[in-house]
């Protein structure tokens, strides 16, 4: 009986269970909660479900030094990362995550949303570039606000840019800059992407009155092809001469873009919109949970970073919508300025409230198309932001 017990013991000691800790529970209910919230509700399902999984399963204990998927020392005490070392001592997530750091996956993810992304709407009206770089304005703001509640520079840039509405971009500047955030600010992009029907509207609507979102605007000319091939060269030229540091996300999107337009590569086009996009993001999202690893995500910090991302989105949504309204006086009552809101950059579900807001003043009115065009230049606007504060604060 007493060989028994001391097997038992032995048992217990190898468990897990033995050595689970308060934080652990915590971490473990939250990522519970996260995949109800992707499977249930559909809250950004195809990246949240992926950063929920990685959460539960680095936070699942074991003996010291047993079963670790996710070594967050590694990383965080070396000044100059050694990835030999990574590849013989890491864990699992440790080697998927050289990925995330890199800026491997978030620049692939570019490379299938180009590929899926129809830039028509915007070059039909020029005028949504300047709707999309205005609804970064919440990068700004959030950066400044983050300053001033200490956060040093770099971690500031990277709680900023949740203001972008663009999760891989946010988790591609975040690994660069302040990866021990990136955790809890990729959590907050996304959540806040899920949340645009219910942090949006009530924005639009106080900033505008019911003229203005009864508006209906002409439809939209047509875009030549040959407007459509030059569009992803001429982008790449000129954004990367002026902004090398954004290089990889905005040459990955423009390729991507490219392989769409010119009708010579539909097979690479597909693998991009679909294939190598849905292996990537699974690579993506896993890796990305297995760094909230609860000693490191829950801190006051988080919260606050959280609180910072909502305020950011929302003067995102802002900044679109005033500048909207200037064109809308500008343009004599032609340009309906709820259409400014779509400039953040959480393709199209932006593009699709505004929408929804202009048939709920005048159900005769349908803006979708209009409201792609600042919705897919938002896109180039938050990665453009992504590749100033690199420059500034790499």
């Excluded at 992926?50 to 020392?73: H, K, V, W, Y």
């Excluded at 490379?111 to 039909?124: Q, R, S």
């Excluded at 609507?205 to 569009?231: N, Y």
Aim: charge should be positive; proline fraction near 5%; aromatic fraction near 8%.
């Amino acid at each position: 009986m007493a060989e028994l017990f001391s097997e038992l013991k032995i048992l217990w000691d190898s468990s897990g269970f033995a050595h689970i800790e308060p934080g652990q529970i915590i971490m473990i209910a939250l990522a519970c909660l996260l995949l109800y919230l992707g499977i249930s509700r559909g809250f950004e399902p195809l990246l949240l479900i992926g950063i929920a999984f990685g959460m539960l399963l680095t936070n699942l204990p074991g003996p010291a030094g047993e079963g670790r998927i996710f070594t967050p020392e590694l990383w965080q005490n070396m000044e100059r990362i050694d990835y030999g070392l990574i590849l013989r001592n890491g864990g699992f997530f440790d080697i998927l995550y050289i990925g995330v750091k890199t800026g491997i996956y978030p620049s692939l993810v570019f490379l299938g949303v180009g590929a899926m992304t129809d830039f028509g709407p915007m070059l039909a009206n020029p005028r949504s570039l300047l709707l999309g770089a205005a609804a970064q304005l919440g990068i700004y703001c959030a950066m400044i606000l983050a300053v001033i509640f200490s956060f040093k520079g770099q971690e500031a840039a990277s709680i900023a840019i949740i203001g972008g509405a663009d999760g891989p971009t946010a988790i591609w500047l975040t690994g660069k800059l302040a990866p021990g955030l990136l955790g809890p600010i990729a959590i907050a992009a996304y959540s806040y992407m899920a949340l645009v029907p219910l942090i949006q509207p009530p924005i639009m609507r106080a900033l505008t009155t019911k003229k203005e979102r009864e508006v209906k605007m002409e439809q939209l000319r047509h875009v030549s092809k040959t407007e459509k091939i030059l569009f992803p060269i001429v982008v790449s030229i000129v954004t990367i001469l002026v902004l090398p540091s954004v290089a990889p996300l905005i040459g990955c999107l423009m390729l991507g873009n490219l392989l769409r337009e010119c009708g010579v590569v539909d097979r690479l086009s597909d693998t991009a919109q679909n294939a190598l996009m849905n292996t990537i993001v699974i690579f993506l999202s896993v890796s990305v949970g297995a760094t909230t690893v609860y000693s490191n995500f829950l801190k006051k910090e988080t919260l606050l970073i959280i609180l910072l991302g909502l305020l950011a989105f929302s003067f995102s949504t802002v900044g679109g919508v005033l500048l909207g309204k200037l064109m809308y006086k500008l343009s004599g009552g032609k340009i309906n300025p709820l259409i400014g809101s779509a400039g953040v950059s959480a393709v199209p579900m932006a593009a699709r409230v505004s929408q929804k807001e202009g048939q709920r003043a005048n159900p005769s009115n349908f803006l979708l198309m209009h409201a792609m065009g600042p919705n897919v230049a938002g896109v180039i606007g938050s990665a453009v932001a992504a590749g100033f504060l690199l420059a500034v604060f790499g």
